[in-house]
Structures are given as structure tokens and as C-alpha cells.
């Protein structure tokens, strides 16, 4: 069978999607990174592998933050940014979507379509309030398995006001919550609400919403937050069954596209699972700009340098 890898490495999961020649997701995996986005991407790649023995790879899309470094692991045909891999994923799930909230591990967006084009995008990377990181260490910190950290939000009857604007006045407000006598469970359900209005002030503020929405990323998955998001909005949020591996959908389908007849795909085959892969960085001390430049070793061989400004290092590599 003839399918396309998408692969979306960031800082907390990494996801892979197998997308058929029509692009139907046959597969998909959610795994964590755990810090060690190389093992993680093997990992992924040999669990795939072993629940897919028939599968012949036709193109390979990276995404992510890690998307560069995984374009080098694993021969990558396309490398693309977050916002248009989650854009033509969103696209392929829903046709007609004009609005598309995204909350991953670390960061959160927003997309603006219209008619099949991305007219704006926003992206938050500074603060963690209501990203995924933040609420698992929330249902560590209650004692909470986070898969029923949204369950328990929808068993609220009054919920309380939390400041969301911030990971650290949201937990030491919840904190104070809690020393009064609040309930748990509206607590919770006060956070979902304030994280929600955190991200619509920030990165939602200026921005068109319109119907139909999308909520995807792995916070999709908490039914208090697409609840929430509803109710401040007055309109349904649809959750896409594949919502925590759109990114790795959008960047097969990506792949998709770039690999033609005459262009066939730089994949290296699964092989890679067994590769040895060592990086490192350093700091080039040939100009003032004093760039820090990553390089990656493959089997003992360097593989590829990125980071410098001039080109000195990224250029002098040949392609292994």
C-alpha cells in the first residue's frame, strides 16, 4: 500500500499520521517527547512500522518545533510551519472551516480562513496559561487523571472565577480557591472558562471569529475547554476525531504534494529506527554576529548544520 508520513514533533507529543493515496488517515500515533525528540521519532517511526508491515512511503512532511531536526532523521520532502500544516489539515478535515483554534503543549494559535485561504494567524509561545503543559501539571497537582480533567469540569454547578492571564496568579488563585471551600470540580471548571477567555483576549483579540470553528491539538480533548469556548463564543466548536495529530495530517498532505513522478521522495526508509544519530551545537566565532550552530552526526557522519547566518557551516555540508 502506497501511503504519506506526516510527522509533528513539538515539545511535549510527537504524532504521526499515514494518510493513503486519497488521504484517509489509515494510522496515527500520539506519543510523548519526554525532551529526546530524536528517540521519540524512532520510537514512532518502529511502532508504525510494526503496525503497518505492508506500507510502502511515497512522501515524508515534518512540522513542529522539532521539524527541522526531523527532516534531517528522516529524509523529510517537505518542511513546513506549524500554521500551514494545522491550515491544510483543518482544510482536508473540514472544507468549509472558517476558524480554527489550536491548543498544543506549549504554545496556542488561531487561524483565520476564508474560501480555502489563510487570511490571518495568531500564535502565543510566551505564555503557558491554558496550554496542555499547564493543565497536566494542574491534574497532577489535584490528584486528577488529566483524560478526566475535562469530565470533571462538566460536573460543575457553580463555577468560580480564576485569573487565567497568567500560569502563576491561575494557580496560586486556584490554590486560594480551594483553602476557602470551593468544590473541585468548579474550580476546574472556573480555569477551563479563564483559560478560555485568556486565549480569545490574546490571540483571539482583533481577529474575525466566525462559524464554523475547529478545535484541534491534544487541549482539544478536555470537553470543560471546548464547553467553555462555546459558551463565550454562542456558537458550536467542532473537535475533529484526529484533533492531537492534525499537525502530522496537514504535513503528509503537504508531502503529498510536493512528491511527483519526477521528483520521487528522499525518505530514507525505515531503516532510520536503527540509526545513530549524535547532535551537538557550537558557537561560530568567525564573525560579530557569533552564530550557534547545530550539527547533527548520522551513523558518525555529519548530516546536516543549521543555524548560521552566512551559510558557512549549512553550506559545506553534502547530503548523506
Known amino acids: 500500500m502506497h501511503v504519506y508520513l506526516g510527522i509533528d514533533v513539538g515539545s511535549v507529543s510527537t504524532n504521526i499520521a499515514v494518510l493513503d493515496e486519497f488521504g484517509k488517515v489509515i494510522d496515527s500515533l500520539y506519543i510523548r517527547t519526554q525532551g529526546r525528540p530524536i528517540e521519540a521519532v524512532q520510537n514512532g517511526l518502529r511502532q508504525i512500522k510494526?503496525?503497518?508491515p505492508e506500507i510502502k512511503?511515497?512522501?515524508v512532511g515534518t512540522t513542529g518545533s522539532g521539524r527541522h531536526l526531523t527532516g534531517v532523521i528522516v529524509g523529510a520532502d517537505s518542511i513546513k510551519n506549524e500554521i500551514t500544516a494545522h491550515a491544510v489539515a483543518a482544510m482536508h478535515i473540514m472544507p468549509d472551516v472558517k476558524t480554527v483554534l489550536e491548543i498544543g503543549g506549549q504554545d496556542s494559535k488561531m487561524?483565520?480562513?476564508r474560501n480555502g485561504v489563510?487570511?490571518?494567524f495568531a500564535m502565543n509561545t510566551v505564555c503557558a496559561a491554558g496550554t496542555g503543559s499547564f493543565l497536566d501539571q494542574q491534574a497532577a497537582r489535584l490528584n486528577i487523571g488529566i483524560e478526566d480533567f475535562g469530565d470533571k469540569a462538566l460536573e460543575s454547578t457553580t463555577p468560580v472565577r480564576i485569573?487565567?492571564?497568567c500560569a502563576v496568579f491561575a494557580e496560586s488563585d486556584m490554590i486560594h480557591k480551594q483553602q476557602t471551600g470551593h468544590v473541585t470540580s468548579d474550580i476546574i471548571n472556573g480555569l477551563c472558562q479563564a483559560l478560555v477567555r485568556n486565549y480569545l483576549n490574546n490571540i483571539g483579540k482583533g481577529k474575525q471569529i466566525q462559524s464554523p470553528i475547529l478545535f484541534q491539538g491534544g487541549v482539544a480533548?478536555?470537553?470543560g475547554i471546548k464547553r467553555a469556548f462555546e459558551e463565550a463564543l454562542g456558537c458550536p466548536v467542532v473537535v475533529s476525531p484526529y484533533h492531537n495529530v492534525m499537525g502530522a495530517i496537514g504535513s503528509a498532505l503537504l508531502a503529498k504534494e510536493e512528491v511527483t513522478q519526477t521528483k520521487p521522495t528522499v525518505f530514507r526508509g525505515f531503516d532510520v529506527i536503527d540509526f545513530v544519530y549524535t547532535p551537538r551545537?557550537?558557537?561560530c566565532s568567525g564573525c560579530a554576529n557569533m552564530c550557534e550552530v547545530v550539527e547533527i552526526k548520522m551513523n558518525g557522519n555529519v548530516a546536516a548544520r543549521w543555524g548560521d547566518q552566512?551559510?558557512?557551516w549549512s553550506n559545506s555540508v553534502t547530503v548523506a
Do not use: P
Request: proline content about 0%; glycine content about 12%; some cysteine.
Open 221 to 223: 480533548a478536555n470537553k
Open 118 to 120: 489563510v487570511t490571518d
Open 281 to 283: 551545537s557550537f558557537e
Open 310 to 312: 552566512c551559510g558557512k
Open 57 to 59: 512511503v511515497q512522501g
Open 50 to 52: 510494526e503496525r503497518n
Open 111 to 113: 487561524i483565520i480562513i
Open 163 to 165: 485569573a487565567g492571564r
